[in-house]
C-alpha cells in the first residue's frame, strides 16, 4: 500500500490542528472553572506539588499517594457540582493510541488513516463522482436485455458480469496483480464503473490516481520540456507510484512522439513495479492498433484483461 504522501503530510497538518484546537478548548474550559471555583486551580497545583515531591523523595511515596487520593476526590466532588466530568481538567488528546502524533509503532494510526482517507476521496470527487458512484447504485436495469448475437447475450447481462468482475477485483486488489481494460462506446458505462472501482479501493486505504490521457500526458510533456514546477514533478511521480491509476478517454489525446513515449515508459514502468492500472477507451481493437507503436499495443493486449462495454448510450436515456 502507498500512501499519497501529500495527502498524508496534510493529513498530519490537520490532525496536529485538531489537536491545537482540543487543547486550547480544554484550557479555555480549565480557566473557566478555576473562575467558578477557585479551590480548583488550588488543588491542581497541590496535586502536581505532592507527585513531585515523591519522585525527589521516593520514601514518602506511600503518604504522598494517600494524600493525592484525598485531593482528586476533592476535586471531582467540586466538579460534580459545577455538573462537569471529573476527567475534565486532564490534558487528555484526542487520540489516546497515539497522544496525537499521528503513529503507533511506528505505523500510521487509525485517527491519522481517517483523515488521509477523507481527503483522497475528497481529491478524487474533484474529478470523478465516487461518492455517488457506487456498485450497490449502479442500474443495470438501465441496458438491454435483448439478445445480441455479436456478444452472444445481452447487453445487460453482460454490464452485470462486468460489474461483477470489478468488486472480485476491487475485493483482490491486495493479493491479485491485474490490470483492466474498459472498451466500448461513449456513454455505456466506463467511467462510471471505474469511479466505483476507484472509490471502493480507495476506501480500503490504497492510493488513486485518476486523470484523462491528455492530462496525464500533459503534465508528463510539461516537466519533460521544463515548462512544469514542482507540484507538476510530484504529480508525474504519483503517476508511477500510486497503488491504482485510472487513465480515462485513451485516445482522445494528441498523439505524438512524446506521448506515444511517455505512455509506454508509464505502462512499462508500472507493469515492472506491478503497479495496477485501469484504462478507459473508446477505441477497438484496430483502431488501437492504428493509432499506436507495436510495443504499446502489445502491452496493453498482454498486460491487461479487456473488457468489452456495450449498448445504446446511457447518457441519452438519464
Known amino acids: 500500500m502507498t500512501a499519497d504522501r501529500v495527502l498524508l503530510a496534510k493529513a498530519r497538518r490537520e490532525l496536529e ?10 484550557a479555555q474550559l480549565r480557566r473557566r472553572l478555576y473562575e467558578e471555583e477557585p479551590r480548583l486551580s488550588a488543588l491542581d497545583a497541590k496535586i502536581r506539588t505532592v ?4 519522585l525527589v523523595s521516593p520514601e514518602t511515596m506511600e503518604d504522598a499517594s494517600s494524600e493525592s487520593l484525598a485531593l482528586q476526590r476533592e476535586r471531582a466532588s467540586l466538579l460534580r457540582a459545577l455538573g462537569a466530568p471529573p476527567e475534565i481538567l486532564e490534558d487528555e488528546p484526542l487520540c489516546p493510541v497515539c497522544k496525537d502524533g499521528g503513529y503507533a509503532d511506528g505505523e500510521p494510526c487509525a485517527c491519522l488513516l481517517e483523515r488521509y482517507h477523507a481527503l483522497q476521496m475528497d481529491a ?5 463522482d465516487v461518492r455517488n458512484h457506487t456498485f450497490a447504485g449502479f442500474n443495470a436495469k438501465l441496458y438491454s436485455d435483448a439478445f445480441d448475437p455479436e456478444i452472444n447475450g445481452s447487453p445487460r447481462r453482460n454490464i452485470e458480469d462486468i460489474r461483477e468482475l470489478c468488486q472480485i477485483y476491487c475485493a483482490d486488489f491486495e493479493s491479485k496483480f491485474e490490470n483492466l481494460l474498459f472498451s466500448g462506446e461513449p456513454g455505456t458505462g466506463k467511467t462510471y464503473l471505474a469511479a466505483c472501482v476507484a472509490g471502493a479501493v480507495s476506501k480500503h486505504g490504497y492510493s488513486v490516481v485518476y486523470g484523462a490521457a491528455a492530462h496525464h500526458l500533459g503534465q508528463a510533456e510539461a516537466l519533460h520540456f521544463g515548462r512544469g514546477d514542482s507540484e ?3 504529480y508525474v511521480k504519483r503517476l508511477t507510484e500510486c497503488d491504482l491509476l485510472i487513465i480515462d478517454d485513451l485516445g482522445a489525446e494528441f498523439v505524438t512522439p512524446f ?3 511517455a505512455l509506454l515508459d508509464m505502462v512499462n514502468t508500472r507493469v515492472m513495479r506491478q503497479k495496477k492500472m485501469l484504462l478507459c477507451t473508446n477505441l477497438t481493437k484496430d483502431k488501437m492498433t492504428g493509432r499506436y ?3 504499446l499495443v502489445s502491452r496493453l493486449e498482454g498486460e491487461f484483461l479487456r473488457l468489452d462495454f456495450v449498448g445504446e448510450d446511457l447518457r ?3
Not at 490542528?17 to 480544554?26: F, N, S, W, Y
Not at 507527585?51 to 515523591?54: E, G, I, P, S, V
Not at 478524487?124 to 470523478?128: K, P
Open 17 to 26: 490542528e485538531d489537536a491545537a484546537a482540543h487543547r486550547k478548548r480544554r
Open 51 to 54: 507527585f513531585l515531591d515523591a
Open 259 to 261: 506521448t506515444q513515449s
Open 232 to 234: 507538476t514533478e510530484f
Open 124 to 128: 478524487l470527487s474533484a474529478t470523478l
Open 316 to 318: 441519452q436515456k438519464l
Open 293 to 295: 507503436s507495436p510495443a
